[in-house]
């Protein structure tokens, strides 16, 4: 299957500077990737969708202040906490369709990144 | 809205059995996809089936089988012959053709034992 890389796999950082994620598909074309959010023993819950060379679209209640994002390419988005604090805490996952794979529907995720604020 | 409803907050199966994860969905969409995915305690999403709404049969993938019932909108995980590496979350999700964004379940812990 295609392959999602995303980086740092963990970060501890303190209050109120910012964390750059970066995640890249790396055997594949990406027009769209998604960002999501895990607390612990909770479900994913959809941040925001990330297209290629526009604005991302950002779910109901996510502030786009602090959590920036940009595609760039079709291999690369990230996304930036802005200010971080303790409550940013959490598990943040990426996820990439590929755009001409036979299983056009399935979504590769990253390894994800758990992020620490202090 | 789409919405995924998992009521099995957690699974206890002995090796060598079978189990099945419950999953059952609501959406207003004509055509989705459904989807299974396996969380080990790393935190990595791993992909295990697929099901199309308009597939007539169930998806199968070696020990995984989809048991897919349209007018009960439900689309059970069925894992064969438990093995204790199948100990994890697991999550039942859907997306809209096109593949727009995934609806996830709040998932089911499942714990193989020997």
């Known amino acids: 299957g295609a392959v999602v890389s995303q980086h740092p796999s963990r970060v501890i950082c303190k209050s109120g500077t910012s964390v750059k994620i970066e995640c890249r598909s790396l055997?594949?074309?990406?027009?769209?990737m998604f960002w999501y959010r895990q607390f612990p023993k909770q479900s994913l819950m959809l941040m925001a969708t990330?297209?290629?060379?526009?604005?991302?679209?950002?779910e109901q209640g996510v502030e786009k202040d602090k959590f920036l994002i940009n595609h760039a390419s079709l291999t690369l988005s990230t996304l930036t906490v802005t200010s971080a604090h303790p409550e940013d805490s959490s598990f943040y996952i990426c996820?990439?369709?590929?755009?001409?794979?036979?299983?056009?529907?399935?979504?590769?995720f990253g390894q994800g990144t758990r992020l620490t604020v202090v | 809205a789409q919405k995924i409803t998992q009521t099995q907050p957690g699974m206890f199966v002995q090796e060598k059995e079978a189990v099945t994860l419950d999953c059952t969905y609501d959406?207003?969409?004509?055509?989705?996809?459904l989807f299974w995915y396996k969380q080990p305690s790393s935190g990595e999403m791993i992909f295990l089936i697929y099901q199309g709404s308009y597939d007539e049969q169930n998806a199968t993938e070696g020990r995984y089988s989809l048991n897919f019932q349209k007018a009960r909108k439900s689309a059970n995980l069925v894992i064969s012959a438990s093995q204790l590496g199948d100990s994890a979350m697991y999550f039942c999700a859907m997306s809209a053709t096109g593949f727009q964004k995934l609806v996830f379940g709040t998932g089911t812990r499942l714990l193989v034992s020997p």
């Open positions: 996820s990439a369709r590929d755009i001409v794979a036979v299983k056009g529907l399935q979504a590769f």
């Open positions: 990330s297209n290629e060379g526009s604005k991302a679209t950002y």
């Open positions: 055997d594949f074309q990406a027009t769209t």
């Open positions: 959406t207003s969409d004509q055509s989705y996809g």
